[in-house]
């Protein structure tokens, strides 16, 4: 193709090989400093040049320097540069040429096929070309391709698939996938089939694929077959047909082999391979192609008509033991005599078994006698009588009518030869025993003898007998079981035992005949104390599972034997306890309120006893258990008060018994004293509490307790607290205490007062004095600052609050002890209520008098109760309240204090 274009001038030959393109208005400079640079030129030379014309075009320069390659896919722009012969820039037409694809006037090329491509400029004459390689592009389609459309199936196809761009130029470098309907592709595109018929072979490529549908046929013919078991009778014709197969056993047609040529061992046979029988025999008959192949087979020529059949045997007498030859002989209408062999199922035959030999039929008879034998074929049949007799001694067998007998029955045994077949003969032999105590039993009779056992149990007996015929001994032995007669004695194990409910015995009875014999298993009735226990015994094999305690007799009965024995059952392990008291049982701590009472256990047979074993578990300090003196007797005496529950434990049993144990009589007195030293006119507190033995604390009415001291009269106050006056002053004081034979004294001293004592002791009244006075000052100073006026008023209302004694807020229960007193434990403030009536408390007015009062005020000044006398501050004893109410309290190990 061919094409013209202007192009403009390039300045510099330089940039015009560099390939830059120039527009056909201008032409672009690569730089500015050039482009100025020339103007200026251009600009000074003017005249000049505007003298000078271009010369002609000499050589032209392609501006696309080689190597060039580009796809079939894609296209590509060519410029070209005309110069003249000084070298010059000139403007011209270009035609453009191109050995493959196309390419317009302007240069822009279009490739076709790959390969290298010559694309040539030309302008005036002037040629120049420059070689550019285009490669496939893309692929587009894919295309297969094979040389046959039918193949053997011991060939092969050799397939061409191609990958194809848009331009159909062949792409290379790319994997395909093949997917055959049948055989296998392998990587150089070679199809090898793999069975007869129609296949489809595909391949692949991404989204590209392709098919191509090939007809397999059979393979050349590589295999004659002949067909065997072939027979014909003499004179008679048979077809021969051959067969023809391929490598891979495909049946091909008759002429797939080309021409068949025939030949015949004896006989004849024509080229269609038509058999013609003569002589009688297997003859060989082989087939060849003009192929190279070839096949031999027999046919087998039988004789002609039946004419008659006979049976022949070489003997007319046989041992049982031995194999008769029978030979069936036929005999055609020629006259013919042919040994033939006759098929099992044409044989008829009275005893024993046939079967084929090598050379003729074989009876293996069986038993004794004449026997008769008879065959049929074609229609006719024929028979043979045999006389058959024992065989050869094989074995000695010594026989009876029952190996196993009573020990009172005689047993008659008999000595017999057998051969292989079973046959059996008296034969008259030596007879023995292998017990000698057996040789007095056995009557020996030369072919038979009499055995007569007395004792049972298992008895061998031998024979022996020479076989002349064959010079050899045979011996035999026969085991007569000798069983016990009918039962005559029964024997009970365990006479006299002594068992628990908790056990069984296994009376195991052994039952014997007459005489003396094991007669095994019988049946057996029981009974237990005449009572029918048969079920039992029976389910339990014998095993006496005792139920009641007591002396029992067991007997065991079988027809007109009889056993019996005595048995002593004793109570099993206790399951349960019973008690003869109530439970709950309320007693008194002591040995005054000690309880005797009875344990009965009951074993599993719900049977009762006393129980002599016992163990215990009783709370700590709850009470005691000791034997009693009678058996099962046990006494209980209680400790300390409360109730309890106690577990008594005996054997498997165990019983959870509850009891209230109430306190006992006094044992001793306890006399506590509110202090041991003590001003005249003070009152002192005592504590009372009265215990029994075990420490139980008893309440003790007022009534019935004595309580009086030297040192003034004393006055209950409440629950075991009592009041003394401290009247009389002196050392050696005594306080008494009396309880029925129980007293108590306890010794103090009492210091004397002002007066005598007469308006309390000595601190009370010092204490009551101050208060007056105080009382006497406050009053002063009031009136005179009244008569001041409000200021003085004012000043004695301060000076009031000052002197005031007013009740503290109430503090907590465990508010601690007063600034004053810091290394004493915490004790409690005042409580906001009144105390109860439960604890031992008195009013101000009717404890202590004036004491009480100071108390009060004390309280309400510091907000802590005050200690009564006797009493160390923030120790446990008695204290007064802001109301002088006088309460008992008790400070613990840990400092809590607990009102009493």
Not at 493 to 499: K, L, T
Not at 638 to 659: K, M, N, R
Request: some cysteine; charged content about 15%; hydrophobic content about 40%.
């Amino acid at each position: 193709m061919r094409g013209t274009s202007q192009r403009c001038l390039h300045l510099h030959d330089q940039e015009s090989r560099s390939g830059r393109d120039v527009s056909a208005t201008g032409c672009r400079i690569g730089r500015k400093s050039f482009l100025l640079g020339l103007m200026l030129l251009l600009a000074l030379s003017g005249p000049l040049i505007s003298n000078v014309s271009a010369g002609p075009v000499t050589h032209i320069e392609i501006d696309q320097i080689p190597p060039i390659t580009i796809d079939a896919d894609s296209q590509m722009q060519f410029s070209a540069t005309l110069y003249d012969a000084s070298n010059s820039t000139v403007s011209g037409s270009i035609e453009w040429s191109t050995t493959n694809g196309t390419i317009d006037g302007a240069g822009l090329f279009t490739p076709w096929s790959a390969g290298n491509i010559t694309i040539t400029a030309n302008s005036e004459a002037v040629s120049q070309f420059v070689n550019i390689t285009v490669e496939p592009g893309w692929p587009a389609s894919l295309s297969l391709l094979s040389n046959v459309s039918e193949v053997g199936l011991d060939s092969s196809v050799q397939l061409t698939a191609k990958l194809l761009d848009v331009r159909a130029n062949e792409v290379f470098g790319h994997t395909l996938l093949w997917s055959p309907s049948q055989g296998v592709v392998n990587e150089t595109g070679v199809w090898i089939p793999a069975q007869v018929g129609n296949a489809s072979i595909e391949v692949h490529w991404g989204e590209l694929s392709a098919t191509m549908m090939l007809t397999v046929i059979p393979g050349e013919a590589i295999v004659l077959i002949l067909p065997s078991a072939l027979y014909v009778r003499s004179g008679q014709s048979i077809t021969i047909t051959p067969e023809l197969q391929d490598s891979f056993g495909n049946i091909l047609s008759p002429d797939a082999a080309g021409t068949l040529q025939w030949d015949a061992e004896s006989g004849t046979i024509t080229t269609a391979g038509v058999f013609t029988g003569s002589a009688v025999g297997s003859w060989d008959i082989s087939c060849t192609t003009s192929t190279g192949l070839s096949a031999i087979t027999q046919v087998e020529v039988i004789s002609a008509v039946i004419d008659s059949v006979e049976m022949v045997a070489e003997e007319s007498t046989f041992r049982a033991d031995e194999v008769v030859e029978i030979k069936v002989l036929r005999t055609d209408i020629y006259g013919n005599i042919e040994e033939v062999i006759i098929p099992l199922a044409n044989w008829t035959y009275q005893t024993g078994a046939i079967r084929l030999g090598e050379n003729a039929t074989e009876w293996l008879p069986n038993a004794v006698g004449n026997w008769s034998l008879s065959v049929s074929t074609e229609g006719l049949s024929a028979s043979i009588t045999i006389e058959i007799i024992h065989g050869y001694a094989n074995e000695l067998l010594l026989i009876s009518e029952n190996q196993r007998v009573s020990a009172d029955d005689d047993v008659v045994i008999h000595m017999q030869a057998r051969d292989i077949r079973n046959n059996r003969w008296v034969v008259t032999g030596l007879w023995d025993t292998e017990a000698v105590v057996a040789d007095d039993w056995l009557s020996t009779f030369g072919t038979w003898a009499n055995f007569e056992a007395t004792t049972s149990g298992e008895w061998k007996i031998t024979g022996s007998w020479f076989d002349d015929e064959q010079q050899m001994l045979f011996s035999a032995e026969l085991t007569i079981d000798v069983f016990a007669g009918e039962l005559a004695l029964i024997q009970l194990q365990g006479e006299s035992a002594v068992i628990s409910t908790d056990e069984v015995i296994d009376l195991s009875p052994l039952l014997f005949d007459a005489d003396g014999n094991d007669v095994g298993s019988v049946l057996l009735n029981w009974s237990v104390d005449g009572d029918d226990r048969t079920t039992d015994f029976r389910l339990h094999r014998g095993v006496y599972y005792p139920q009641s305690v007591g002396l029992h007799e067991i007997r065991a009965q079988a027809d007109s034997a009889y056993a019996s024995i005595m048995v002593q059952v004793m109570p099993g392990r206790a399951r349960t306890l019973a008690l003869d008291v109530a439970n709950n049982l309320s007693i008194v701590s002591g040995s005054q309120g000690e309880v005797t009472f009875t344990v009965y256990g009951h074993d599993l047979s719900d049977n009762s006893f006393l129980v002599d074993d016992l163990t215990w578990e009783v709370p700590e300090g709850a009470g005691s258990i000791r034997a009693g003196t009678d058996s099962g007797e046990w006494i209980l005496a209680g400790h300390s008060v409360g109730d309890w529950t106690i577990t008594l434990y005996s054997e498997d049993a165990q019983l959870f018994f509850g009891i209230s144990v109430q306190p006992g009589h006094a044992a001793r007195i306890e006399v506590i004293l509110s202090s041991n030293q003590f001003h005249q006119g003070d009152e002192m507190f005592i504590d009372v509490r009265v215990f029994d033995s075990y420490n139980n604390s008893l309440t003790i009415p007022p009534s019935d307790m004595m309580v009086s001291s030297t040192a003034g009269p004393a006055t209950f106050v409440t629950h075991g607290s009592w009041k003394i006056s401290m009247e009389t002053g002196g050392t050696d004081h005594a306080v008494t205490v009396r309880y029925g034979d129980i007293t108590v004294q306890k010794f103090f001293d009492v210091q004397g007062a002002l007066l005598g004592g007469a308006l309390g002791s000595s601190d009370v009244v010092v204490m009551s004095g101050t208060i007056v006075i105080v009382l006497i000052l406050a009053t002063l100073v009031y009136v005179m600052r009244r008569n001041r006026g409000e200021d003085f008023s004012q000043g004695l209302k301060s000076d009031s609050e000052v002197v005031a004694i007013s009740p503290p807020t109430e503090q907590p229960a465990t508010t601690a002890a007063p600034v004053t007193q810091p290394a004493q434990p915490a004790q409690p403030a005042q409580p906001a209520q009144p105390a109860q009536p439960t604890h031992p408390t008195k009013s101000a007015s009717s404890v202590g008098g004036d004491k009480a009062v100071e108390a009060s005020v004390m309280a309400k000044a510091s907000g802590v109760m005050v200690a009564a006398e006797g009493t160390v501050q923030g120790q446990s004893g008695w204290y007064y309240d802001t109301s002088g109410m006088l309460t008992h309290w008790e400070v613990d190990a840990e400092g809590r204090w607990n009102r009493l």
